[in-house]
């Protein structure tokens, strides 16, 4: 897996799923009334939780799935490119070189067992 997924909880899309709520509870808020918000934010924070985990075993699922589709050996650069995708779809020779140490050539051959092999 990535070992360097960065990624905070994220709370917007819970606090933006009902935005009258959301800006009533900033209004009160304002007026001097913090427990709409604090609220809001504790429900979204659980959302956000549940989020989290829902993608991380749709991750699980893809990687499960690059078992029998990506048929190189297993310590071959290839396999590294598909945990790289992970956290970074798109990539191409030169960040391969640079993220796994590795030259030109082998960036480029490790490319073709990885290509079109998403979930």
């Known amino acids: 897996m990535v070992s360097k997924a960065r990624s905070p909880c994220r709370c917007r899309p819970g606090l933006l799923a009902n935005t009258d709520a959301y800006f009533a509870a900033l209004t009160s808020y304002r007026d001097g009334e913090p427990e709409p918000i604090v609220t809001m934010m504790s429900y979204a924070s659980f959302a956000a939780v549940n989020n989290g985990r829902q993608l991380v ?18 310590d071959a650069t290839a396999w ?10 798109i990539v191409d020779s030169p960040m391969l070189q640079r993220e796994l140490g590795v030259s ?16």
């Open 57 to 74: 075993a749709d991750l699980h699922g893809v990687c499960t799935g690059w078992d029998d589709r990506i048929t190189a050996r297993r």
């Open 104 to 119: 030109a050539p082998v960036a480029r051959r490790s490319q073709p067992p990885c290509r079109g092999r998403g979930p």
């Open 80 to 89: 590294k490119v598909a945990d790289l995708l992970l956290g970074q779809p």
